[in-house]
Each structure stands twice: as C-alpha cells, then as structure tokens.
C-alpha cells in the first residue's frame, strides 16, 4: 500500500491533511480517488491506515481507519559518513543506504573526491538528495526519513567523530570489520567509506589519531558504492536487523 511522511501537527482528532508535493503525487500520479486508501506515517512511530474523504487543489483530507507502531525501523542507528562519488553512484547510495536503514547520510569531501560542489548551487542539490532520501524511505517501508547532513571536509569529519564508534574502510589493512563489530555488540554505529581511490595513507593515519578504527571489508577491492552498501549490510547482519529477527 502506498505511504507517505507527515507531521504531527498535520493529525488532528481523526483526520490527517496532506499538503505540498504529495497532493501533486497523490492526485496526479497515483491518481488516488475519495475512498482511496494509504498509509501515513508520523516519524515518531506510528503508522496511520487512511482513507481518503476529500482531494482539493493544495490539501487532501484523510480520515484514519486504524493506528498501529511503525515496524519499519531497525534497533541499531547506523549513520553512513560517504565520500561523495562522480555521476549518479551518489543518488544510489542515498536510495540503497535509506533501504537498507541508515539514520542519516553524511556527505564528505576527502582528498581524493572528484567531484567538485559548487557552494551555490549546494542548498538545491541537498534539496534533491533529500528528496531521493524521503521516496526510498516510503518504497522501502521505513519509519522515518533519514538525514541527508550538511557536505563535510574530511578535518571536520575527524573533529566530530573523534573517539566515536567510528570505523573507516580501508583497503590496504585494518582490523576485521566483522570482528570488530563482534566486539561491539550494542550503540551507534559510524560507517566511512572513501571516494573513488580510497583515502589516503595520510588521512588514515589521522583518523587514527583521532581514535576512528580502520577496517577491512574483505580481500576484494570494492568500488565505492559496494563498499557502502557491504559496510551497511554486516552491520545490520551482525546487530540481527537484516536477515534474522532482532533478539537484543
């Protein structure tokens, strides 16, 4: 059943008013009609069955059938730190990484990025990222949107995760990814995963410095874009989020 993310202070009593971009999609897309149903989701852990009573021109107004808890959302809050790729291997890592059930995605500037952001144009690009973000999270069933976070450099990067639980791939050594998760079993996650090139000699050893722990995804090298997703998908296997029932 098709979903879609609304604000609390859009439910009142028991009804529900949809307004911007998803009247476009309801009316004109779905082409949902009164009687139509849907689900809608707070972010704060509910999911509402609606059924459609009125479409006008900027609002539709549902009335709620049932309100159950929001299953979509994993027990581990795993946030991707990703250095931006070239083409449109960064929107598939927004989709998949939101599939898979990240928190939020950090885009970073590493030394070896290719792509060059342009500071004007910045607010429309996250505007779209954000947007790939929120249309993944209603396909995949997911209970809230993540967080596509403002571009960091990769000193900030080191600045706000220093002695986090942070893990950087790095293909050239590290610890076990898999061990080292082993050896974590509850708390928030950290992913970083490089450009094109992987990072630097040098910024691994700064992010050791700065208490981020260097793993191996394994003895293939990964393109950037398999290595998010690998990085994402072990962690949510080894905290039993994906591919088993959570038991923690």
């Known amino acids: 059943m098709q979903r879609y993310f609304v604000q609390p202070t ?10 911007g971009d998803d ?9 949902f009609q009164p009687g139509d149903q849907i689900i809608c989701c707070d972010e704060q852990g509910a999911d509402y069955l609606a059924m459609i009573e009125t479409i006008q021109p900027s609002q539709i107004r549902l009335n709620i059938l049932n309100q159950s808890p929001s299953m979509g959302e994993p027990h581990t ?29 950090v885009p970073v500037i590493s030394e070896r990025t290719i792509v060059k952001i342009d500071n004007r144009k910045l607010e429309k ?15 995949s069933h997911r209970g809230m949107i993540p967080l596509v976070e403002s571009v960091y450099h990769f000193n900030d990067l080191l600045s706000a995760l220093s ?12 610890n076990s990814f898999y061990q080292s998760l082993k050896a974590y079993p509850k708390g928030e996650i950290h992913l970083i995963i490089g450009p094109e090139g992987g990072f630097t000699r040098q910024e691994i050893e700064r992010a ?14 990964l393109r950037t874009e398999t290595a998010a997703i690998a990085a994402i998908s072990c962690a949510f296997f080894m905290r039993h989020d994906l591919g088993g029932e959570w038991n923690g």
Do not use: C, F
């Open 163 to 174: 002695n986090q639980p942070a893990w950087i791939a790095y293909e050239q050594g590290g």
């Open 23 to 31: 009247v476009h999609h309801i009316k004109n897309v779905m082409r």
């Open 10 to 19: 859009q439910i009142v009593n028991s009804h529900i008013v949809i307004v």
């Open 125 to 139: 690009k996250q505007s779209r990222w954000q947007r790939i973000v929120k249309e993944a999270a209603e396909q």
């Open 208 to 221: 050791k410095q700065a208490g981020i722990k260097p793993v191996t995804l394994g003895k293939r090298i």
């Open 77 to 105: 809050e795993v946030v991707l730190w990703q250095s931006i790729p070239k083409g449109d291997r960064w929107d598939w890592i927004l989709q998949k990484s939101t599939e898979l059930g990240v928190k939020r995605i």
